[in-house]
């Protein structure tokens, strides 16, 4: 009899773990795993996507409901799917998403961010009475199908990359914080060096600086200032023949009335009177 009680119960155990086990594999192919390789089967059809992460709390405490959202999912008439940032992180910059949980409603590639209460009765009610209609969706110019996008994607995952390295150099290397951080900075500064010089290359192979030439008006220019310094030469040549030599017989002489105001004049100058020789 005991015997039995005890083959009784290892039966029990092990139709309760089956039960169990097919219940997760029944979550499982009822939400799909989104990830980098398939995440644009969210492109057709009508979708409703969650971005969790596994360490975070809210997240695991949304699981529940979005299973359920992912058995009723043909009652709905729609399919469930979600995406863990940590091993996509290029579809959380493509989504921007900046908070854990972040829902998404996609119809035929429109996205809508869902930002009502995360409920089992909201979640269905937003799908089944298509409240998502007024919600506006995402532009096109921040749709994550659009290239500026697509180009921030491949940031987040440079960024993982990155980070991955920092932590080999730390970890198995040894090496310190700030050592791993000058190992970057000194990179950074030759690849950026690198990059501007092979930009400046092509500006100049595709628009090659052109010969300067001389306008119209700078030549003018140039000849009415040599027109101007002969003329000054010219009135400085006369200044010189004009003027008056003191000695000289044949100079124009004054007149009195001239010589006179031109004694008076307290601008004059008195000359001393000169010796004869």
Same mark, same amino acid.
């Given at each position: 009899?005991?015997?039995?009680?005890?083959?009784?119960?290892?039966?029990? @155990?092990?139709?309760?773990?089956?039960?169990?086990?097919?219940?997760?594999?029944?979550?499982?192919?009822?939400?799909?795993?989104?990830?980098?390789?398939?995440?644009?089967?969210?492109?057709?059809?009508?979708?409703?996507?969650?971005?969790?992460?596994?360490? @975070?709390?809210? @997240?695991?405490?949304?699981?529940?409901?979005?299973?359920?959202?992912?058995?009723?999912?043909?009652?709905?008439?729609?399919?469930?799917?979600?995406?863990?940032?940590?091993?996509?992180?290029?579809? $959380?910059?493509? =989504?921007?998403?900046?908070?854990?949980?972040?829902?998404?409603?996609?119809?035929?590639?429109?996205?809508?961010?869902?930002?009502?209460?995360?409920?089992?009765?909201?979640?269905? %009610? =937003?799908?089944?009475?298509?409240?998502?209609?007024?919600?506006?969706?995402?532009? $096109?110019?921040?749709?994550?199908? $659009?290239?500026?996008?697509?180009?921030?994607?491949?940031?987040?995952?440079?960024?993982?990359?990155?980070?991955?390295?920092?932590?080999?150099?730390?970890?198995?290397?040894?090496?310190?914080?700030?050592?791993?951080?000058?190992?970057?900075?000194?990179?950074?500064?030759?690849?950026?060096?690198?990059?501007?010089?092979?930009?400046? @290359?092509?500006?100049?192979?595709?628009?090659?600086?052109?010969?300067?030439?001389? !306008?119209?008006?700078?030549?003018?220019?140039?000849?009415?200032?040599?027109?101007?310094?002969?003329?000054?030469?010219?009135?400085? %040549?006369?200044?010189?023949?004009?003027?008056?030599?003191?000695?000289? !017989?044949?100079? %124009?002489?004054?007149?009195?009335?001239?010589?006179? !105001?031109?004694?008076? $004049?307290?601008?004059?100058?008195?000359?001393?009177?000169?010796?004869?020789?």
């Amino acid at each position: 009899m005991f015997l039995k009680s005890i083959l009784f119960g290892l039966l029990s @155990c092990i139709i309760l773990t089956n039960a169990s086990l097919q219940t997760k594999k029944n979550q499982i192919q009822n939400v799909h795993q989104l990830n980098e390789d398939n995440w644009d089967r969210m492109l057709t059809g009508e979708w409703m996507v969650k971005f969790y992460a596994p360490w @975070c709390p809210a @997240c695991k405490d949304l699981n529940p409901t979005w299973n359920y959202l992912g058995d009723i999912k043909k009652d709905l008439g729609i399919n469930v799917g979600k995406v863990d940032v940590t091993d996509s992180p290029g579809l $959380s910059g493509r =989504f921007m998403v900046t908070a854990l949980p972040t829902i998404y409603h996609v119809k035929d590639g429109l996205f809508r961010q869902y930002k009502s209460p995360r409920d089992k009765d909201s979640l269905v %009610e =937003f799908v089944r009475a298509k409240t998502w209609t007024k919600v506006e969706p995402i532009p $096109s110019w921040k749709s994550p199908t $659009s290239i500026q996008m697509s180009v921030i994607s491949q940031f987040f995952k440079m960024s993982q990359v990155l980070r991955a390295i920092h932590n080999k150099l730390m970890e198995e290397f040894g090496l310190p914080t700030w050592g791993s951080y000058l190992i970057f900075a000194i990179a950074t500064i030759i690849f950026g060096a690198i990059i501007g010089l092979v930009i400046v @290359c092509i500006i100049d192979f595709i628009y090659p600086p052109k010969p300067v030439k001389i !306008s119209g008006n700078k030549k003018r220019k140039g000849k009415d200032d040599k027109d101007k310094t002969s003329d000054d030469e010219d009135y400085i %040549e006369g200044v010189k023949d004009d003027l008056v030599d003191e000695d000289g !017989s044949d100079s %124009e002489k004054l007149d009195d009335n001239d010589k006179k !105001s031109a004694a008076n $004049s307290p601008n004059a100058r008195k000359r001393k009177p000169r010796k004869a020789d």
